[in-house]
């Protein structure tokens, strides 16, 4: 079978993660900063490592078969892909920002302004569909720095955290898109064996990520509180202990609701809570 090659970004943001989500799947290989491409030992597969901004076209063109990047990228560059997963990682907010000090206070008053963006296909469009037309300075860095040189009046940037924005006196202002690293593939290739198999074991990875696995002692008198605490989880595996009327409980919590469930179980009696990471929950 045609060995596969899956594109990934050779440094910045979403490397480490994507690397580290492919050794997740069991995949092995060297991650040499110098290479360009580095083949998989123990699948048909071959990593390219490149910037983040050629992946969505590699794919498209079919240089690459599949590929990891934010859905900024893919919006941006308006690639026909298909969207074969999302990652969980990588979750930032494409946002409009404005210096603290600025009169602007709805979309409509960007009309006739200037707006500093490395994302001016998407960020035009979003003002499109606000009857809105401004002056889109296109700069590929730093452009957090625009309106205190001078450059514009408000900004289009990638926030997470929101502490750039803030520390160069700028306020968020309103969303454009949200975005997450996603797994793509090319148009019609999704049935492809290999391809499906990457995208099961992608998926095994991500399901165990939600869950922890939990052991926890309980007398057993106990045991249907408990069980009523752990909705939606086929029954826990029960184990009688070798102290007469105990049982160690088996379990599996979703990740989310964690810490409030923990505290209920330990309101229900449970003793010696062990919590454990999952590596693969296969279906
Ligand atoms: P390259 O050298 O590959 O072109 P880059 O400088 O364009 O890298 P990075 O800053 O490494 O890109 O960001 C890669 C991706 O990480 C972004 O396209 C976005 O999807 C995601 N991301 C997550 N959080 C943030 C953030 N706070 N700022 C920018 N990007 C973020
Ligand atoms: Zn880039």
Redesign the pocket.
Known sequence: MKTLKIAI???????EKSVELLKNCGLSFENYKSSLISPVSNFPLEILF?????IPEYVQDGIADLGI?????IHETEVDVAYLQKLGF???SLKLAIPNNSDIQSISDLNGKSIAT?YPVILKKFLAGHNVVSDIRTIS?SVEIAPGLGLSDAIC?????GG?LISNGLKPFGDVMY???VLIGRKGEEQNPLIVELIDRVQSVLRAKETKYVVLNIERKNIEQIKALLPGIKSPTVVPLAEEGWVAVHTVIPEKDFWSKISQLKAAGAEGIVVMPIEKIIL
């Open positions: 970004q050779k440094s910045g943001r979403l490397n490149l910037r983040d901004d050629d990047v934010g859905e900024n990228v990588g979750k930032c490395s860095g940037d990638l926030v997470s955290t750039t975005s997450e690293a």
